[in-house]
T-cell receptor, first 109, second 113 residues
Framework: QKEVEQDPGPLSVPEGAIVSLNCTYSNSAFQYFMWYRQYSRKGPELLMYTYSSGNKEDGRFTAQVDKSSKYISLFIRDSQPSDSATYLCAMSGAQKLVFGQGTRLTINP | DGGITQSPKYLFRKEGQNVTLSCEQNLNHDAMYWYRQDPGQGLRLIYYSQIVNDFQKGDIAEGYSVSREKKESFPLTVTSAQKNPTAFYLC????????????FGSGTRLTVV
């Protein structure tokens, strides 16, 4: 069993839709939870990070962590074609990050 | 502007050759990392270094080697012992102890021909 599981998709939705991306994990020692966005042939860039359970909002993006269920989510409201990318969840273990497989998202105009 | 520079962007390797991927950062970060990315598998850690002249193996170190002679530089050598080297390689850096502030380079696409 992988430490972090993420549905690789691909996921295709119309412009303006609400997008939900999810990851589950097995290691209860994880403390920081992150979402990275990666455009094609580029390196990932940090989108949001949260510490412990709860919600964090940044513009159209909301990150949610439920440590009791070992489940994290990223919601994108009013999705735009420019949001089309691969989204990777990541979690901090001892001295390193553990990444999910990434979900490829396409927003159709 | 501060950042991480990876070169070359594309690299072709013949069977039995060693190749070296460059990674340079001017962020004054202590820690540097090498990841390999394959379709549907996310990022897998190859090697990491938290201080000059010291580095540790990650989850898939076999067939790879690194050096950390300068704080700014962390080159990765893909040796002939790596049987399936075709992949997208990403270098990252962070402040030591920062478990969320990773900065990534733009990657090197390595192809075996």
């Amino acid at each position: 069993q992988k430490e972090v599981e993420q549905d690789p998709g691909p996921l295709s939705v119309p412009e303006g839709a609400i997008v939900s991306l999810n990851c589950t994990y097995s290691n209860s020692a994880f403390q920081y939870f992150m979402w990275y966005r990666q455009y094609s042939r580029k390196g990932p860039e940090l989108l949001m990070y949260t510490y412990s359970s709860g919600n964090k909002e940044d513009g159209r993006f909301t990150a949610q962590v439920d440590k009791s269920s070992k489940y994290i989510s990223l919601f994108i409201r009013d999705s735009q074609p420019s949001d089309s990318a691969t989204y990777l969840c990541a979690m901090s273990g001892a001295q390193k990050l553990v990444f999910g497989q990434g979900t490829r998202l396409t927003i159709n105009p | 502007d501060g950042g991480i520079t990876q070169s070359p962007k594309y690299l072709f390797r013949k069977e039995g050759q060693n190749v070296t991927l460059s990674c340079e950062q001017n962020l004054n970060h202590d820690a540097m990392y090498w990841y390999r990315q394959d379709p549907g598998q996310g990022l897998r850690l190859i090697y990491y270094s938290q201080i000059v002249n010291d580095f540790q193996k990650g989850d898939i170190a076999e067939g790879y080697s690194v050096s950390r002679e300068k704080k700014e530089s962390f080159p990765l050598t893909v040796t002939s012992a790596q049987k399936n080297p075709t992949a997208f390689y990403l270098c990252a850096s962070s402040l030591t102890g920062s478990l969320y502030g990773y900065t990534f380079g733009s990657g090197t696409r390595l192809t075996v021909v």
